[in-house]
């Protein structure tokens, strides 16, 4: 079920799917390729099977075309598609599946359920100055989005070796549900201003960021 679709002002497109439809639905709309069946392969677990066809239809969504999609993955594992010169990222859950899309810039996105276990491991992701604006009533959800939006900026940057806490950095912002606010990513040569964008749906929170 598409739950959200945008285009953004740099010409992103964001479709949000819930996985409610069953594995024949999925199957019936995709046309795999050898490196699909290879990737398919390695799940077990009927649902993880299920995610996969739900972002493989979430996929042909996005790009909206009936043609056979050559999805493959870079030597970190970043998705690309090989007869598209264009850039693309995903995320999923148990319940959801995002895809994001642009024509000239790098981009990432990242979908999580806001559960009450991330405060177990908030030390990980999260650096001091980050943990000084965070409410008690939005604790959960607040420490969600942190951690969405350095994985969305992990999945933009597509290299190994980004520590969360050294590397990426985020401007404090008061959770309300959606809105944006800034990054930093810096290692090395690489020093980049950033802005993430948050949007709540249903129990979850998705972020993106485009490479400007």
């Given at each position: ?5 945008k ?16 594995a ?8 795999l ?47 690309f598609?090989l ?29 999580e ?20 604006y ?26 190994k ?7 990426i950095l985020l401007?404090?912002?008061?959770y309300?549900?959606?809105g ?22 249903d129990?979850?929170?998705?972020t ?5």
């Amino acid at each position: 079920m598409l739950l959200y679709n945008k285009e953004t002002e740099f010409h992103s497109r964001i479709i949000v799917n819930k996985i409610t439809e069953s594995a024949a639905f999925y199957l019936s709309n995709l046309q795999l390729t050898e490196f699909d069946k290879t990737e398919l392969s390695k799940y077990v677990v009927e649902k993880r099977k299920l995610q996969w066809y739900a972002s493989r239809y979430t996929i042909r969504l996005l790009l909206n075309q009936d043609e056979i999609i050559h999805l493959n993955k870079d030597e970190f594992g970043r998705p690309f598609i090989l007869n598209h010169d264009i850039h693309i990222s995903l995320s999923h859950t148990n319940s959801m599946v995002v895809a994001i899309s642009n024509n000239m810039y790098k981009v990432g996105v990242d979908l999580e359920q806001i559960r009450d276990k991330v405060k177990r491991i908030a030390h990980k992701f999260t650096t001091e100055k980050e943990c000084k604006y965070i409410t008690i009533e939005n604790e959960n959800a607040t420490l969600i989005t942190i951690w969405s939006a350095k994985e969305s900026i992990y999945k933009m940057y597509s290299q190994k070796q980004l520590d969360f806490k050294e590397h990426i950095l985020l401007e404090p912002f008061e959770y309300k549900g959606s809105g944006s606010f800034k990054a930093w990513l810096s290692k090395e040569n690489l020093h980049k201003e950033l802005t993430v964008h948050y949007v709540t749906l249903d129990d979850h929170v998705l972020t993106y960021v485009e490479d400007l």
